[in-house]
């Protein structure tokens, strides 16, 4: 049972047929579902011991589904030399009261997107940003056109070592971090126009009329659609004062779409997977069937994601979605 986007769809409809191709004794029944309804059909199945012994779901919604026993711990179903080979960011958003309940399926987060047509070489810098812009900026091109919003500029905080709050929700940032935060914030307005909370930024930048702005992973294909894939380049986060980068973020302050393992029971004549580890997505590689073989994705938009995650460059992040398991502590019939 999962909720994903179409491209997102087409992408794991090849990982199962990839996986069929070397497992072809395991079977898969696949139902997608919109999203407003995805929670309610799940735990109404899994109440009557029914529902998918996979869900992919916000990886939010983990820590209540584990509370009422309706998805598992999956500790002993992985390893960490397994768990080393998912992008670090991605794990936190699945590690609840010392259990791991899931496994990332995709993640997301807030990155810095540039128009090498536009701007050919990436800043290393904020200050780099701001002398750069003036230079790009003519007519009506702008060099760089930052967001200020709390969901995109709090990552901002993280980059400068500074922390929200505490693990009770205690405001963190009244001190000199938090100064230097709000520093780095208002020297945005040195390099070009901000926004708060708009998409004029994505517009201008799809329109060509802007070389830098600061967006989520989500809007990828978009952008990528509209100046090409070959002008679109995800940059490594700028460093800022001390030499901290601008922005990044804790592993547990990723997002991403987690696989979670339920508690359903399980259906007759299925058989259950014979790889030690469930199905997982390498970065860089496009997506990859459980056996490990590389798959080509032809997602426009893609490509400046995964090189970007190669590249080692940490995506600051939005609040998760996941991949959780059931809690009978058997390892999972493949099913979605």
């Not at 998409?199 to 802007?210: E, F, R, S, T, W």
């Not at 994601?305 to 600051?316: D, M, S």
Request: contains cysteine; neutral net charge; glycine residues 12%.
């Amino acid at each position: 049972m999962a909720r994903l986007e179409r491209d997102e769809i087409t992408a794991m409809n090849e990982v199962i047929a990839a996986y069929q191709a070397k497992n072809p004794n395991v079977k898969f029944d696949v139902l997608y579902v919109p999203f407003d309804d995805l929670r309610g059909k799940f735990e109404t199945a899994a109440a009557t011991g029914r529902g998918p012994t996979v869900l992919i779901v916000p990886a939010d919604w983990g820590p209540a589904l584990y509370d009422s026993e309706l998805v598992a711990d999956i500790s002993a179903m992985t390893s960490e030399g397994f768990l080393r080979t998912i992008n670090p960011a991605a794990p936190g958003a699945v590690k609840y009261k010392d259990k791991l309940i899931g496994l990332p399926e995709t993640i997301k987060g807030v990155i810095m997107f540039r128009n090498k047509a536009l701007w050919k070489d990436a800043p290393k810098t904020v200050n780099d940003i701001i002398t750069g812009s003036r230079l790009v900026t003519a007519g009506d091109i702008v060099g760089a056109d930052l967001e200020r919003g709390f969901f995109f500029c709090a990552v901002h905080l993280n980059g400068v070592g500074g922390q929200l709050m505490d693990a009770q929700g205690n405001p963190m940032f009244n001190d000199a971090k938090g100064v230097e935060w709000l520093n780095l914030l208002k020297s945005f307005s040195e390099a070009g126009p901000t926004e708060y909370n708009t998409d004029n930024d994505v517009n201008l930048i799809k329109a060509g009329k802007v070389a830098i702005v600061i967006d989520g992973t989500w809007n990828t294909t978009g952008l990528a659609d509209a100046i090409g894939a070959d002008n679109l380049v995800i940059d490594p986060w700028p460093t800022y004062g001390d030499g901290h980068r601008s922005a990044t973020c804790g592993p547990r302050r990723s997002t991403c779409a987690p696989m979670l393992w339920t508690k359903a029971r399980r259906p007759p004549g299925r058989s259950s997977s014979s790889s030690s580890h469930p199905t997982r997505r390498h970065a860089g590689q496009g997506g990859a069937h459980p056996g490990g073989g590389q798959r080509q994705d032809h997602r426009p938009g893609y490509a400046p994601v995964a090189g970007g995650v190669q590249a080692g460059h940490r995506l600051p992040c939005h609040p998760p979605n996941g991949i959780l398991l059931g809690a009978d502590g058997h390892r999972p019939q493949v099913g979605l």
